[in-house]
């Protein structure tokens, strides 16, 4: 069975972002909450260094995620909603072992509400959101 993030394989250069988020829901199915945790921080980050590669082709290479969402919110190409999503993706792998089963849940569905954002928006995707299920062993 497909997980959620199956849809990443169909993208160029989005392999490495679809690993590390099978890994995360597969983390989740198991109450792994702490390590799903920090691999969403992981793949925030990367997904910020991304936008910001697409947006500011010119800026330094060695920029960090936090001053690249900074960036970005900084010169409004992003809504706030987005803005908003990424930096709580961002904010849950801080203090991972205090991340539960539904925050852990409701951190990989907003996962999975970026990512097919970002698909739809930088990549001529067509993914739909809101089928988002859990699928248990």
Known sequence: ????????????????????????????????????????REI??????????????????HFNSEDGLKKLQSTHLLNDEMITLLTQLRKSGRHPQLIGAQNAYQILVKLHYVLIWYVNRYLDGHEE???????HN
């Open 129 to 135: 959101p809101g089928h988002f299920h859990i699928h």
């Open 1 to 40: 069975m497909a997980g959620n993030f199956a849809f990443l394989k169909s993208y160029h250069g989005m392999h490495k972002l679809q690993h590390l988020s099978r890994m995360a829901e597969k983390a989740y199915r198991n109450g792994q909450y702490a390590t799903e945790a920090l691999l969403i």
């Open 44 to 61: 925030s980050g990367r997904l910020i260094r991304k936008l910001v590669k697409r947006e500011f082709p010119d800026m330094d290479k």
